[in-house]
């Protein structure tokens, strides 16, 4: 008799056999990877507490890697000294010089003469067949324009317009291949951020200058009376032979074109100011398109709403513009604005108090000249615009009010 185990124990048992030793694999590779896991887990903790306690150079000290120092750049990279071995260029210097590399030769300086005068100032490539942003005073002189690139190359340059109230102008070169600027929209400026300035400060020709933002959207009245606004200010130092020249960030973008310091002594004092390079590339281009820039204005002459004007007239609200007087018979008038009655000394001014207080434009909210500056600048003489305005307490709205043309002149009109 045959006493062999049947074909299906046998099988059974090599497959319970299997089983076994799959199922004992298992745990065996799972004990392992728990043990890996909490090695893994005690690790990070440790390399944790040592980042704590000593930061990065401790855990590089850890892998082996000494280091005298560390530097740290605007784009989060990471440079070392080790050994002893420094490197020539600190992360902030390696920036600043690659932005005078990278942007000097899109900086130019501008000769203006005449018979009786001559002036010098900086301009900015914005475009590769030769046309220049600059200041308005930078060639309001009049005259021939010559302009030297950073190679030493000379160009005669034409005069395309200007516009006086932004203190922008566009002058021209024949010539390709230029290299013009990149930008970056000032609207993604904050305080604190690093800013260069390039230009020939007393013909110090193509000097570079390293600071920050210090505000943002200030106000300045420059020395014909007309205001300024939405401008940078900056440290960076600027002095006479910078105006025209770009501001540019870290990366090499300019931000803002240099236009005015303050000063009690005609130099530097850490307080500049540029124009944002939204402006600039607004007004350029209406100027290379049109040749001048033309904008509206309200034909008054009004103040902007301060806590001191609010509490001695007792007005019933606090932000907006007081219209002092209206020109007779001009628009504004013949619209219905009115303007005050009782005369007040205000600073070296004379306002009128009891007039309209302008609170919207079409509905768009006025709280100050910025606001003002902001909605004109779309704006045309030709247009007419609805105005809201605060009366002897009650809100009225003045129905297609005509503009007359935006000038230096009605500009002052503007009192602050």
Not at 36 to 58: I, M, T
Not at 229 to 237: C, F, K, R, V, Y
Request: contains cysteine.
């Amino acid at each position: 008799m045959d006493k062999r185990p049947p074909l299906s124990r046998i099988i059974l048992a090599a497959c319970l056999a299997v089983v076994t030793v799959a199922v004992l694999v298992l745990l065996s590779l799972w004990t392992i990877g728990i043990s890996q896991e909490k090695r893994s887990e005690d690790l990070r903790r440790e390399l944790e507490r040592v980042g704590r306690e000593g930061g990065e150079r401790a855990l590089l000290a850890l892998g082996g890697y000494e280091v005298d120092d560390i530097f740290y750049s605007d784009e989060g990279l990471l440079l070392f000294e080790e050994g002893g071995q420094s490197w020539r260029y600190s992360a902030d210097e390696m920036q600043n010089i690659k932005v005078f590399e990278r942007c000097a030769a899109s900086v130019v300086e501008i000769y203006v003469s005449s018979e009786l005068s001559a002036a010098m100032g900086c301009g900015v490539v914005i475009t590769s067949d030769g046309y220049i942003v600059t200041n308005t005073h930078v060639v309001s002189q009049g005259g021939d324009l010559t302009v030297r690139f950073m190679d030493g190359d000379q160009r005669d340059a034409r005069l395309v317009g200007s516009d006086p109230i932004t203190d922008i102008a566009v002058i021209k070169v024949d010539g390709e291949g230029l290299a013009p600027l990149s930008f970056m929209s000032a609207e993604e400026l904050v305080v604190g951020q690093k800013v260069i300035a390039i230009g020939s400060p007393y013909g110090y020709s193509w000097s570079q200058s390293v600071g920050t933002v210090a505000a943002l959207d200030r106000t300045v009245t420059s020395g014909d009376g007309v205001s300024l606004s939405g401008l940078i200010q900056t440290d960076a130092l600027i002095n006479p032979g910078n105006s025209g020249g770009p501001l540019l960030d870290a990366k090499g973008r300019m931000v803002g074109l240099v236009t005015a310091i303050y000063s009690t002594s005609g130099s530097a004092q850490g307080i500049s100011f540029a124009i944002p390079v939204d402006t600039v590339v607004d007004i350029a281009s209406r100027i290379i398109r049109d040749g001048s820039v033309s904008r509206g204005t309200l034909d008054i002459l009004s103040v902007e709403l301060n806590p001191m004007i609010v509490d001695y007239a007792r007005l019933p609200v606090d932000e907006g513009i007081l219209v002092s007087q209206v020109v007779p018979a001009g628009q504004a008038d013949k619209a219905g604005l009115r303007g005050g009655t009782r005369r007040t000394a205000y600073g070296s001014s004379v306002i009128y108090i009891g007039g309209d207080i302008i609170t919207a434009l079409d509905g768009v909210p006025i709280s100050g000249y910025s606001d003002y500056y902001a909605f004109m600048a779309d704006t045309s003489s030709t247009d007419k615009v609805d105005v809201t305005v605060v009366r002897d307490g009650q809100t009225m709205t003045i129905r297609n009010v005509p503009l007359v043309e935006q000038t230096v002149e009605n500009m002052r009109w503007l009192i602050r």
